[in-house]
């Protein structure tokens, strides 16, 4: 740029220099042009031809110059581009399965869609299990890895690819397995090369049972890949772990026989992580209980999800019922500044902290000094998961914040443990409970899962028994977050969120008092002068729990006990919506609890509502204020041509929320005669019909077992 500067100042010297000498010869040339009949002088001529020539030169000049310049700068201008297309690539390359197995030397890959953390824990013990075959797996979340991949599996060596696929909610994937769903449903792909293997986990209480397992199980058979066992199918309302170890116990048999190799021997403890005690650090580096980035509670930034949670201070907390033994209580939690959306239906996660007391017992049994600082880290250093949880930390936030202490643990964890006990027989106890022999399966149930014995319980029960901690919190599974319903409308309160739930106490078989570890934390978070006590962790989880959308369509809502959650949100918005003038159909409302002066939850409110006409009709079954008990289901049979009118006639929604085991399928059977009665259909027709409700968006549900 700067020669063609040069250039055209030089020209211009030139020209200016060239008018000076010869205006007038340049006049004369310039009206030669125009009349050829007048002669120049000589000298002019002269002139006039010097100038033409010099001036093609210097144009030629300019030109040539001018375009070898275009395209030097082009090439400067280009070459910062290269990095750029040069570093969109490794991630690309990171996010192939496939590479990083052949890197490592995997020829297994379990993939997991996890909501609480199962379907990931038993991706990781299947993974451990390859060893024992001669042949090296992999846990993998399918949110970090392209899936298209899959089609290129079969250019390894004996390789397979395994799912644990969780249902959440009704019939959806988790959240992290959401990208390999949509791309399941639009892929075209050729998974010919490709053999696999699903393990469902599922709740038969819910209505879409194992509906992910299923779907992902009979999808890939469609795109061409090759099944090499059956579909496993787990269920929470029964035993989990058992359904798991029955599946896995003959899924390895099929691998072996598929392949044509053997088990290598006996199944073995192998640590995935090492300890490093850290005696200087500095604790500013020292994570606290953040979930992900450190220091994220001190500094706080949108957006929040799982992994950033926004710390929401609790500006009320209030018992909701009047008598009884049971804790029913309300929560509002202030989300101000956090540019935190939500929906009436949407969910709030709240991450709890586990009761001090029986982490301090934990530290006395094992004496452990759970002050000290320490990491664990993974062996495998191609692991994106370098920890169990975040590190460095103490072994107290660790069992405080990141471990589940009261959840009975699982067999794998015991017969990790086995090798601690000291005393033959528990060791053998332990042993025995972990295998798959049926008798090792009814002791389990018994000793373990019926009894309710956590990791402490079973410490307190075996004397014996006193494992590293270090190698404790390794085998431990996470604490996970807690969802509610959340009880409040963003168009009356922008800036809170509403909790409705109550406290969970019980005592155990072995005479123990178990407290629920979320309900028991948020009913200590009394609003007051210390701030940091009353703060909770939270985000919000979008639900498909919602109001339709002309606000004139009729609602019948039902929800017995904590399940009036939604409900209240449902109802501040309609009310809001008439407030705006909108025309509102009829809001029906059928609540249930167990006696009007003990637990009737928000009574003054939907008295207030019904009196202000936004609740059309107010139902509400009292289970034990009389000899027979009545539900929420004896109401509807009770105006079950009012039902029908509105369902059929008025296109009317419906929404039931609570008990899925008990409630929310008697409730479904009430309409199925229902719509059998009032609409002479027969039994089947009568259920298909319901079906078609749900498939429109017109019967939702948001239940729980």
Same mark, same amino acid.
């Given at each position: ?23 007038? +010869? ?10 050829? #009949? ?43 581009? !290269? ?40 991706? @990781? ?47 959806? +994937?988790?959240? @992290? ?11 075209? *792909? ?91 650090? #500095?604790?500013? $580096? ?16 949108? +957006? ?12 009320? #907390? ?34 709890? &902290? ?43 936030? &660790? ?21 601690? *006990? ?73 800036? *809170?969120?509403?909790?409705? &739930? ?46 339709? /959308? ?58 207030? /509502? ?8 107010? #139902? ?6 009389? *000899? ?16 029908? $009118? !509105? ?59």
């Amino acid at each position: 740029m700067l020669l063609l500067e040069v250039v055209v100042t030089c020209m211009n010297s030139h020209l200016q220099q060239t008018r000076k000498q010869s205006v007038v +010869p340049l006049t004369v040339m310039g009206d030669a042009g125009m009349e050829p #009949n007048i002669s120049p002088p000589d000298n002019a001529a002269q002139q006039d031809s010097l100038f033409s020539m010099t001036d093609v030169f210097l144009i030629s000049l300019i030109t040539g110059l001018f375009t070898y310049w275009f395209f030097f700068r082009k090439k400067k201008e280009e070459v910062p581009d !290269l990095p750029k297309i040069q570093s969109v690539a490794p991630p690309v390359r990171d996010s192939s399965f496939i590479e990083k197995m052949k890197k490592t030397g995997r020829n297994i890959v379990v993939f997991y869609g996890s909501q609480t953390g199962t379907a990931e824990e038993f991706a @990781n013990r299947l993974s451990k299990d390859a060893h024992r075959y001669g042949l090296r797996g992999m846990a993998a979340d399918p949110e970090e890895y392209d899936l298209s991949d899959l089609s290129r599996l079969s250019e390894i060596d004996k390789s397979l690819a395994v799912f644990c696929m969780a249902t959440y909610g009704e019939g959806d +994937p988790t959240d @992290n397995a959401q990208d390999f769903y949509d791309w399941l449903q639009e892929a075209d *792909a050729d998974l010919s090369g490709l053999r696999f293997a699903v393990f469902g986990l599922g709740n038969k209480t819910y209505e879409h049972f194992n509906a992910m397992g299923k779907y992902v199980d009979k999808r890939l058979e469609e795109l061409g890949a090759q099944r090499i066992f059956e579909l496993g199918l787990g269920d929470d309302d029964g035993n989990l772990e058992e359904d798991f170890i029955t599946w896995r116990e003959q899924f390895w048999p099929a691998v072996c026989e598929h392949f044509g190799v053997e088990a290598t021997g006996e199944e073995s403890s192998i640590r995935q992580y090492e300890l490093v005690v850290h005696t200087d650090v #500095n604790m500013n $580096k020292v994570y606290t209980g953040e979930m992900g980035r450190l220091k994220s509670y001190e500094n706080q930034k949108p +957006p929040f999800d799982a992994k950033n949670p926004f710390l929401a201070q609790v500006m009320e #907390n209030r018992k909701l019922n009047e008598g009884g033994e049971r804790h029913l209580m309300h929560l509002e939690l202030d989300i101000s500044n956090s540019k935190i959306r939500y929906e009436s239906g949407d969910h709030v996660a709240v991450y709890p &902290a586990n009761d001090s007391s029986l982490v301090s017992q934990i530290g006395e049994i094992l004496g452990t000094d759970l002050d000290t600082i320490m990491s664990l880290n993974n062996l495998d250093e191609e692991s994106n998961k370098k920890h169990p949880f975040p590190c460095p930390t103490s072994y107290r936030t &660790a069992l405080t914040y990141y471990l589940d202490i009261t959840n009975p643990p699982r067999t794998n964890v015991l017969y990790e443990l086995a090798q601690y *006990a000291t005393d033959a027989g528990e060791q053998e106890r332990l042993r025995k409970m972990a295998s798959s022999a049926a008798e090792g399966k009814a002791l389990y149930l018994s000793w373990v899962v019926e009894a309710r014995r956590n990791i402490l319980a079973i410490l307190q029960d075996m004397p014996s028994l006193r494992p590293p901690i270090d190698h404790l919190c390794e085998l431990l599974p996470r604490l996970q977050a807690r969802y509610y319903s959340i009880a409040s409308s963003s168009k009356v309160h922008p800036n *809170a969120i509403h909790i409705c &739930a109550v406290t969970v106490e019980y005592e155990t078989k072995t005479g123990r008092l178990n407290k629920g570890v979320a309900t028991n934390w948020l009913k200590s978070k009394v609003p007051g002068e210390n701030r940091s006590s009353s703060l909770v962790p939270m985000y919000v989880r979008k639900s498909q729990f919602r109001l339709p /959308f002309k606000p004139s369509t009729p609602v019948i809502m039902i929800g017995p006990g904590t399940g009036i959650a939604p409900f209240i949100g449902f109802i501040q918005e309609r009310a809001w919506l008439k407030q705006q003038g909108k025309e509102v159909g009829d809001t029906v409302l059928y609540y249930g609890c167990r006696r009007e002066r003990e637990d009737y939850l928000y009574r003054e409110e939907l008295a207030r /509502f019904h009196q202000e006409g936004v609740l059309t009709q107010l #139902n509400v079954a009292f289970s034990r204020d009389q *000899a027979e008990k009545v539900y929420v289901q004896h109401l509807l049979k009770k105006n079950k041509e009012n039902i029908w $009118k !509105l369902v059929n006639e008025g296109n009317a929604h419906i929404y039931v929320c609570g008990d899925a085991r008990n409630m929310a399928r008697d409730v479904q059977n009430t309409f199925y005669e229902i719509v059998a009665e009032f609409g002479n259909m027969s039994q089947p027709q009568a259920v298909d019909y319901v079906k078609k409700l749900m498939t429109k968006g017109r019967y939702s549900l948001d239940v729980w077992s």
